[in-house]
């Protein structure tokens, strides 16, 4: 008898008061804008043009439940942060205010070619429907945190071109979607993880110009879509798994300048849509595989 009260005083409310709403898309816009202008005041460089756009002057206005998806490099679906493209924005800042919890439906940040710097906070694993993830071309440092790992829904990630360091977080293994992962020109040390043999769709896998030692590991052959293997210019040593031969639709295999030794297996000859091969400054012997060069 209580609850059939309580919905009749709401309904009752609803019917009096039509614009009464309970809590949603123009709050929920509100706060997400309120903590981007919080990331962004930590920024070094508070004259910068491109972010202008970015401001509370309309909170009280009738269309404030727009903000912040009239923002520049900010997009929307119904009234929540989905998209934030801030490539080469000469932002100069580090990521340590950026509101990882505060945008809840977040599926593509872009920030790269600009001037970010520090680590990257674990709070990232917070974004759960992210989808494309681009950092590269920083100033970023530290390692890559564990955290990746539950950004289960991630298809790309380009963190290329900074100065991380430390191993590749295992957890990356756990990033099934993901087909596009570049983690180039860093200072990436230990060894390449098994677990990246558990990214069944990965088209592109860039580890090359790191510190990265050990062997490659063999589950590498179950990325039956890889299409480039980029490993060069590391310290890996060991022989080339005949595994990598199962690499059915590789085009690119980059494996110079490291430490390999051993012959070239046979199952290289299996490549058939094999382009470029580049092995050399290594210390392979013997002869090359019949079927490599038909």
């Known amino acids: 008898m209580c609850s059939f009260k309580i919905i009749s005083i709401f309904l009752l409310v609803l019917l009096l008061f039509p614009s009464f709403q309970p809590k949603c898309g123009a709050s929920a816009s509100v706060e997400e ?40 490099g900010v997009y929307c679906i119904r009234g929540s942060v989905n998209r ?27 920030l790269s070619l600009n001037q970010i710097f520090g680590s990257i906070p674990k709070q990232i ?9 681009y950092l590269d071309n920083n100033n970023l440092t530290g390692s890559i945190p564990a955290s990746f790992g539950d950004l ?18 295992s957890a990356i293994g756990n990033l099934i979607p993901l087909r596009f992962l570049h983690l180039n020109q860093n200072n990436l040390t230990g060894a390449i993880p098994k677990s990246l043999g558990d990214l069944i769709n990965l088209i592109e896998l860039h580890l090359f110009d790191n510190q990265l030692s050990g062997s490659v590991p063999k589950e590498l052959g179950n990325l039956k879509f890889l299409t480039i293997m980029a490993m060069s210019q590391n310290q890996l040593n ?57």
């Open 152 to 169: 289960n829904r991630l298809a790309e990630l380009r963190l290329f071109q900074n100065n991380l360091s430390g191993p590749i977080p």
């Open 125 to 133: 694993g917070k974004l759960q429907y992210l989808v494309e993830l």
């Open 238 to 294: 060991g022989s080339i798994p005949p595994s990598i031969g199962n690499l059915s639709n590789l085009r690119t295999l980059f494996l110079r300048d490291n430490q390999f030794s051993g012959t070239i297996p046979q199952e290289l000859g299996n490549l058939n849509k094999l382009v470029v091969l580049e092995l050399d400054h290594n210390q392979f012997f013997g002869p090359l595989p019949k079927l490599l060069c038909q």
């Open 84 to 110: 934030l493209n801030l490539s080469n924005w000469r932002i100069k800042g580090s990521l340590y205010d950026f509101p990882f919890s505060s945008l809840p439906n977040l599926e593509y940040l872009d």
């Open 33 to 72: 804008a309120a903590a981007l202008l919080k990331w962004k005041a930590s920024f070094q460089n508070q004259n910068n043009s491109n972010l202008t756009s970015w401001n509370l002057q309309s909170i009280n206005a009738k269309n404030s439940s727009s903000l912040p998806c009239t923002w520049a």
